[in-house]
């Protein structure tokens, strides 16, 4: 069964520093894996996706890289601003299996 | 503006009154899932269609019903609540079921059981 895990849990850091955040997946059999920002009380915006062919999708600032064969992504986040500050929630999407299989995320807070 | 909306956002009820969380999408997206998100258990998927009159299970189905009669509407029952589902529940859709689609979540509902 696939699991996901996001490293690290939680991470404050400075604005204006780049940052990478850590997911990785025990089953490389996966169609995609997307990024997701989730602010406290909220729902789950898409950041990115990146289907399993691929090695890296970018929006703005944030840059995704997919390492499949040895199950790992990477969320880099460039020149950190406190309205970054949120949940990060990794998610694959695994062959043979319905719906998400999702990490339980890395809470950043960026101080200003 | 395309979207998947859920109502009510929020909901407190009582053990045993039940109660239907609705969702809908205006994407005409065939594939429709209901997660619940918990501390330290992140997201887990309770139901899934693939398309309308098609349901199944996903990892958390007890004490959960859905019904998926028209295309853009996916509601999750709760036939007689407890305090354990007191949760975040999200729906989510994507165009087709093949994992290969991005998928569009709504803002969520979050349920309170006493």
């Known amino acids: 069964k696939q699991e996901v895990t996001q490293i690290p849990a939680a991470l404050s850091v400075p604005e204006g520093e780049n940052l990478v955040l850590n997911c990785s997946f025990t089953d490389s059999a996966i169609y995609n894996l997307q990024w997701f920002r989730q602010d406290p009380g909220k729902g789950l915006t898409s950041l990115l996706l990146?289907?399993?062919?691929?090695r890296e999708q970018t929006s703005g600032r944030l840059n995704a890289s997919l390492d499949k064969s040895s199950g790992r992504s990477t969320l880099y986040i460039a020149a950190s601003q406190p309205g970054d500050s949120a949940t990060y929630l990794c998610a694959v999407s695994s062959w043979g299996a319905d719906g998400l299989t999702f990490g339980k995320g890395t809470h950043l807070i960026i101080q200003p | 503006e395309a979207q998947v909306t859920q109502n009510p956002r929020y909901l407190i009820t009582v053990t045993g009154k039940k109660l239907t969380v609705t969702c809908s999408q205006n994407?005409?997206?065939?594939?429709m899932s209901w997660y619940r998100q918990d501390p330290g258990l992140g997201l887990r998927q309770i139901y899934y269609?693939?398309?309308?009159?098609?349901?199944d299970k996903g990892d958390v189905p007890e004490g959960y019903k859905v019904s998926r009669k028209e295309k853009r509407n996916f509601p999750l029952i709760l036939e007689s609540p407890s305090p354990n589902q007191t949760s975040l529940y999200f729906c989510a859709s994507s165009l087709r079921a093949s994992g290969r689609n991005e998928q569009f979540f709504g803002p969520g509902t979050r349920l309170t059981v006493l």
């Open positions: 994407m005409n997206h065939e594939y």
């Open positions: 269609s693939m398309n309308v009159e098609v349901t």
């Open positions: 990146i289907q399993s062919s691929q």
